[in-house]
């Protein structure tokens, strides 16, 4: 048991997450949450509807999807650390390129290759697939922690890139990222990724396995694209959880304009998103110990009551202390999509090949947030309003409970 423990008496898998804690919070709250605050300005220095304007964030979604299911297999194939740290040097070469460039063409490749790979190699997709094979017992835990590292960088990120782009404007801003977000994840990914536990001459959990060898949950079978294609669990939760994370991007990429169109300052639309987004951290804390214990289907269909309920809020359009009470009561149950979304993918999949398969449902699950996010965008330029598109996201909400819940899990271990 001794063995089984790093230095200070802390199990390794546990900074296996920290260091996949910080390289995601930086990477998303640097791309996913900062997002709608370049709108404005772009909009205004290249004469871009907000439809256009909101491209660059469809060329990040596509980018994942793209992309995944390489840097998926790749995380399965190849050094942890390798992938990690390159992926935080691709990042940091596309934001630094993009704060010099002048035509919304290139920045949109930029986003489209070295950000979008390079938030996969180092952010959620690697963090997640790295720590799914260091627990067992807690994986629950372990991925719910990993869920907050987007609310952390949806808290502590937006408030600093609206610093320094008020500041040093949005170029500047947009290079500071790249290279402050760039080197921490070169370093830490470096110094405290390992790929397994038996790299270390450990056991998931910090404990021996349990007797008459690893069923689904521990490693499971391997899986290839046309495999999973062909199975009705892939589908569901693929098209489930894709449905209602799409729909969070696009309010994601909207809330602060949102705001700002209802007469809020930048710093106040920012806090809207800062404060729905800490709320989230206890929630999906909370929500990853509960997966460990309780039907995640059910947990998946109370989170997506909290999201209708958000968006019957901001269809009423309130005020600025009701939205900011909205946002801290109900953000805590609105963040427990994704970690969901990833027990679940590894209780009807194993972790033999999570990398993969992760990577393999963003080709179906990005689809809906590109189109959640561009229809968002349309909806405002042609109707000058959000209202028709809140009611859209309020029916899918309805559709992915239904999805989820027609899941097939294996039996509890």
Same mark, same amino acid.
């Given at each position: 048991?001794?063995?089984?423990?790093?230095?200070?008496?802390?199990?390794?898998?546990?900074?296996?997450?920290?260091? +996949?804690?910080?390289?995601?919070?930086?990477?998303?709250?640097?791309?996913?949450?900062?997002?709608?605050?370049?709108?404005?300005?772009?909009?205004?220095?290249?004469?871009?509807?907000?439809?256009?304007?909101?491209?660059?964030?469809?060329?990040?979604?596509?980018?994942?999807?793209? /992309?995944?299911?390489?840097?998926?297999?790749?995380? !399965?194939?190849?050094?942890?650390?390798?992938?990690?740290?390159?992926?935080?040097?691709?990042?940091?070469?596309?934001?630094?390129?993009?704060?010099?460039?002048?035509?919304?063409?290139?920045?949109?490749?930029? &986003?489209?290759?070295?950000?979008?790979?390079?938030?996969?190699?180092?952010?959620?997709? =690697?963090?997640?697939?790295?720590?799914?094979? /260091?627990?067992?017992?807690?994986? +629950?835990?372990?991925?719910?922690?990993?869920?907050?590292?987007?609310?952390?960088?949806?808290?502590?990120?937006?408030?600093?890139?609206?610093?320094?782009?008020?500041?040093?404007? /949005?170029?500047?801003?947009?290079?500071?990222?790249?290279?402050?977000?760039?080197?921490?994840?070169?370093?830490?990914?470096?110094?405290?990724?390992?790929?397994?536990?038996? !790299?270390?001459?450990?056991?998931?959990?910090?404990?021996?396995?349990?007797?008459?060898?690893?069923?689904?949950?521990?490693?499971?079978?391997?899986?290839?694209?046309?495999?999973?294609?062909?199975?009705?669990?892939? /589908?569901?939760?693929?098209?489930?959880?894709?449905?209602?994370?799409?729909?969070?991007?696009?309010?994601?990429?909207?809330?602060?304009?949102?705001?700002? !169109?209802?007469?809020?300052?930048?710093?106040?639309?920012?806090?809207?998103?800062?404060?729905?987004?800490?709320? =989230? &951290?206890?929630?999906?804390?909370?929500?990853?110990?509960?997966? !460990?214990?309780?039907?995640?289907?059910?947990?998946?269909?109370?989170?997506?009551?909290?999201?209708?309920?958000?968006?019957?809020?901001?269809?009423?359009?309130?005020?600025?202390?009701?939205?900011?009470?909205?946002?801290? &009561?109900?953000?805590?149950?609105?963040?427990?999509?994704?970690?969901?979304?990833?027990?679940?993918?590894?209780?009807?999949?194993?972790?033999?090949?999570?990398?993969?398969?992760?990577?393999?449902?963003?080709?179906?699950?990005?689809?809906?947030?590109?189109?959640?996010?561009?229809? &968002?965008?349309?909806?405002?330029?042609?109707?000058?309003?959000?209202?028709?598109?809140?009611?859209?996201?309020?029916?899918?909400?309805?559709?992915?409970?239904?999805?989820?819940?027609?899941?097939?899990?294996?039996?509890?271990?």
């Amino acid at each position: 048991m001794e063995r089984a423990k790093a230095a200070g008496g802390i199990f390794h898998g546990w900074w296996i997450v920290a260091a +996949g804690f910080v390289c995601t919070a930086l990477l998303i709250g640097s791309t996913t949450y900062s997002f709608g605050m370049f709108v404005a300005p772009l909009s205004a220095e290249f004469g871009l509807t907000r439809a256009n304007a909101n491209i660059g964030f469809m060329a990040l979604l596509l980018g994942f999807a793209v /992309w995944a299911p390489l840097v998926g297999k790749l995380l !399965d194939r190849r050094s942890a650390r390798q992938v990690i740290v390159g992926g935080g040097l691709l990042f940091a070469a596309g934001f630094v390129l993009m704060g010099q460039s002048h035509s919304p063409t290139t920045m949109a490749l930029l &986003i489209l290759g070295p950000v979008s790979i390079g938030t996969l190699a180092a952010g959620a997709l =690697a963090a997640n697939t790295i720590a799914a094979r /260091w627990f067992l017992r807690q994986r +629950g835990r372990a991925l719910g922690v990993l869920a907050v590292a987007t609310s952390a960088g949806g808290f502590l990120m937006p408030p600093l890139v609206a610093y320094l782009m008020e500041s040093y404007g /949005w170029r500047n801003a947009l290079i500071a990222q790249g290279l402050i977000v760039g080197l921490v994840i070169a370093a830490v990914g470096w110094l405290l990724m390992r790929d397994r536990p038996s !790299d270390l001459g450990l056991t998931p959990d910090g404990q021996p396995l349990p007797q008459g060898g690893q069923g689904p949950a521990v490693a499971g079978e391997t899986w290839t694209l046309g495999k999973l294609l062909r199975t009705r669990n892939f /589908w569901l939760l693929s098209c489930g959880a894709g449905i209602l994370l799409g729909a969070d991007q696009a309010l994601l990429s909207s809330l602060i304009p949102y705001g700002t !169109d209802a007469g809020l300052t930048l710093p106040q639309a920012s806090l809207l998103v800062s404060t729905l987004t800490f709320s =989230a &951290i206890l929630g999906k804390l909370a929500i990853g110990a509960l997966a !460990d214990r309780y039907d995640k289907r059910l947990l998946f269909c109370a989170v997506a009551a909290c999201n209708f309920a958000f968006l019957v809020i901001l269809l009423l359009s309130p005020g600025y202390v009701t939205l900011l009470i909205a946002c801290s &009561i109900i953000g805590l149950a609105i963040g427990g999509t994704y970690p969901l979304w990833t027990t679940l993918a590894a209780d009807c999949f194993g972790t033999a090949s999570f990398g993969s398969v992760l990577g393999s449902m963003n080709l179906l699950m990005v689809p809906f947030s590109i189109f959640a996010v561009r229809y &968002i965008g349309e909806v405002f330029d042609r109707t000058g309003s959000y209202d028709t598109a809140l009611i859209t996201f309020m029916v899918t909400a309805v559709v992915s409970t239904v999805l989820i819940l027609a899941l097939r899990l294996p039996p509890r271990a």
